[in-house]
């Protein structure tokens, strides 16, 4: 009978105790659950948040092209392992454009790599009436060479591959271009983008040789009054 009474004793001890376990077990199983949410929330989705909040303050509405998309393969013991490399290009459409690539073992991961190191390069070119270049240039990257020419109003983009989504992004209605060379789309973005950052305004060679912008629209050969001439300065806003 001893024995029986303890053992009804330790039941229901045993069965309080359970709980407790339960709820400790529960406990550890939220903690790690907190301390996980905690990491994530810490980590990547306020890091990406952070980025993310310079273009939602700004209002910018970033134009993505994807521009070429390269399968890599890598011989190992076992076989071989493919990659994928992606090159893109981002722009604001008002005068700002960038390059990108990225490699990872999927595409939407080459593609996001090559996004974000696009965003980080971003440059700034002054562009004339917003719609195409103020002069003629030239840019070369290894065995590519392009030249890009200014064009009236209703030409279009008169480009082709990889050039005509550089310009589609930086917000160029009118461009004519030719490429000599490589068609390489990688030395073709590059010769590109050294043609755009020679790129000068009247404003910043006015400034340069400190003189006024009237003087440098008077210089064409033809007679001009002082009000058209304050007009078409007051027009170039770089």
Known sequence: MADETNLEAAAPAAVEAAPEGNEREGRRGRGRGRDGERGD?????RRDDRRGKPDE?????????LVHINRVSKTVKG???????????????????????GKAREVPEAITKATASAK??????????????????KGHFGAGKVSVRSAPAGTGIIAGGPMRAVFESLGVHDVVTKSVGTSNPYNMIRATFDALTNQSSPKSVAQRRGKKVTDLLNRDGHHHSEAQLEAAAAA???
Do not use: S, W
């Not at 929330?41 to 989705?45: A, H, I, S």
């Not at 076989?79 to 690539?101: P, Q, S, Y």
């Not at 070119?125 to 917003?130: D, G, M, T």
């Open 79 to 101: 076989g071989k392992r493919f990659g994928f490399a992606a090159l893109v290009v981002v722009g604001d459409g008002k005068g700002r454009v960038g390059f990108g690539h």
């Open 120 to 137: 980080k390069k971003m440059v700034r070119v002054p562009l004339k009436e917003a719609r195409t270049l103020h002069h003629d240039g």
């Open 236 to 238: 170039i806003t770089e």
């Open 57 to 65: 303050e700004q209002g910018e509405e970033l134009i993505e092209k």
């Open 41 to 45: 929330g810490r980590g990547r989705g």
